[in-house]
């Protein structure tokens, strides 16, 4: 732990600014919006079907940014991307609670184009993210500096999730509704919103950065490193399928499938949310002790287990522990194969790398978040979830066996797996 925190203490001015940015939105999208949004479009009126094809089209905005946001980061700077990610997130968010006030036959495209407007920004953020930290940071910091961004946003977001769960109940007493009706949610997301100005400003006041001298000076040689990036892609596809395929129903499988209410949603969110945080912290004595590649593999198939006893027993505890435990372990993979898949090529691929890698991810949050929809509606909660078990299953036995051994750029001087 010692050496833990002295790390930490290396990380420049940059890499402290931008780990400002998973604080803001920790509490913002993963606190109160997570908690939220689904909850809020019920009491809209709509059901499961229209919340799985909203969400799902944030998604097709996410695929359809990812690869342009990593060559745009190569041509501006990742650090104007990030901002530019971060806008258009504040702008998507702050008019989403705007739809009750549009005609009622424009309900749902508003609810639309404002979610793909906020998702847009997404891989903006996330792909140029992944490239200024490698930027920023050393090989030897890189696993702590990832893990502390990936723990930083479930952290924050314990604060945003107990908020968000009181919040609706705080503005319903104030505008003497009940808490069936939107407005209380309204209010509460549009505050969300507002919440990302932080970020905005940590990113405004950071510098641009080229990565370390020797990263700046490899250049592109050879064709691409396809035989590694599509592997990492459909593993990110069918891990992500697993991790959102959890997040995004849980809180409507808690108030429609459990009657829990939105306070005690909030509570849970906000443990599962400290728990995941404080898992992430983990990820750099695990990756020392048995390597990024097995942390990842280990960590997906425990998700799968886990998945089990949410689909087969419904009972609020029992759901609630499973839920902490399989996000957990989301945010373990999550740590391990972001600095994993930028180490397996070589720096003049990063950018390649992380688009490739945040398409995949769409990809699989938008096909479960669509599917699943529909599913929940005509076969139940039980047969979702563990669908969404055998899907993260086959992407660990996929990683574990298509990586098992190293392919000469997995041993790069410097990199974790080296080490």
């Known amino acids: 732990?010692?050496?833990?925190?002295?790390?930490?203490?290396?990380?420049?001015?940059?890499?402290?600014?931008?780990?400002?940015?998973?604080?803001?939105?920790?509490?913002?999208?993963?606190?109160?919006?997570?908690?939220?949004?689904?909850?809020?479009?019920?009491?809209?009126?709509?059901?499961?079907?229209?919340?799985?094809?909203?969400?799902?089209?944030?998604?097709?905005?996410?695929?359809?940014?990812?690869?342009?946001?990593?060559?745009?980061?190569?041509?501006w700077g990742s650090r104007k991307l990030i901002i530019a990610g971060i806008i258009l997130y504040l702008l998507g968010f702050g008019l989403l609670p705007l739809a009750e006030f549009v005609p009622s036959g424009w309900q749902a495209t508003w609810l639309f184009a404002t979610f793909m407007l906020a998702f847009l920004g997404g891989p903006l953020y996330w792909v140029n993210s992944n490239t200024y930290l490698m930027g920023t940071t050393t090989p030897a910091e890189r696993n702590h500096a990832f893990s502390v961004r990936t723990a930083l946003f479930p952290l924050a977001g314990v604060a945003g999730s107990l908020v968000g769960g009181l919040l609706p109940g705080l503005f319903a007493t104030i505008l003497g509704v009940s808490l069936e009706e939107p407005a209380p949610y309204r209010y509460a997301l549009f505050l969300g919103a507002l919440l990302y100005l932080p970020a905005l400003l940590a990113m405004l006041a950071a510098h641009d950065v080229d990565g370390l001298p020797e990263e700046r000076a490899e250049k592109a040689t050879g064709p691409a490193p396809i035989a590694l990036i599509v592997p990492l892609v459909l593993v990110e596809l069918l891990r992500m399928a697993g991790?959102?395929?959890?997040?995004?129903?849980?809180?409507?499988?808690?108030?429609?499938?459990?009657?829990?209410?939105?306070?005690?949603?909030?509570?849970?969110a906000a443990v599962s949310l400290l728990v995941s945080g404080t898992a992430a912290l983990?990820?750099?004595?695990?990756?020392?002790?048995i390597g990024n590649h097995m942390t990842v593999t280990l960590s997906m198939l425990g998700m799968a287990l886990l998945l089990v006893p949410l689909a087969l027993f419904p009972q609020p505890l029992t759901a609630a522990l499973s839920y902490m435990a399989v996000m957990a372990l989301a945010a373990v993979s999550n740590s391990a194969i972001s600095v994993y898949r930028m180490e397996v090529v070589g720096a003049a691929w990063w950018a390649l790398m992380a688009g490739a890698a945040v398409t995949g991810q769409g990809v699989g949050e938008s096909g479960i978040l669509f599917a699943g929809g529909y599913l929940i509606d005509g076969r139940g909660f039980s047969s979702y979830f563990l669908t969404v078990a055998c899907l993260v299953f086959l992407g660990a036995v996929f990683f574990l066996l298509y990586f098992r051994t190293p392919r000469g750029e997995l041993a790069r001087p410097g990199s974790s797996e080296a080490r």
């Open 1 to 75: 732990m010692l050496d833990y925190w002295r790390t930490l203490r290396r990380f420049n001015r940059n890499a402290r600014l931008y780990l400002i940015t998973p604080v803001a939105i920790g509490i913002s999208y993963y606190g109160l919006f997570v908690v939220l949004f689904n909850l809020y479009l019920l009491r809209l009126g709509y059901g499961p079907s229209f919340i799985g094809a909203v969400n799902a089209a944030g998604q097709v905005s996410f695929i359809v940014m990812s690869l342009p946001a990593s060559a745009l980061g190569r041509r």
């Open 243 to 268: 991790e959102v395929g959890t997040l995004g129903f849980f809180n409507v499988y808690l108030d429609v499938g459990l009657n829990v209410s939105t306070a005690q949603i909030g509570t849970i």
């Open 282 to 289: 983990s990820t750099p004595l695990l990756a020392a002790r």
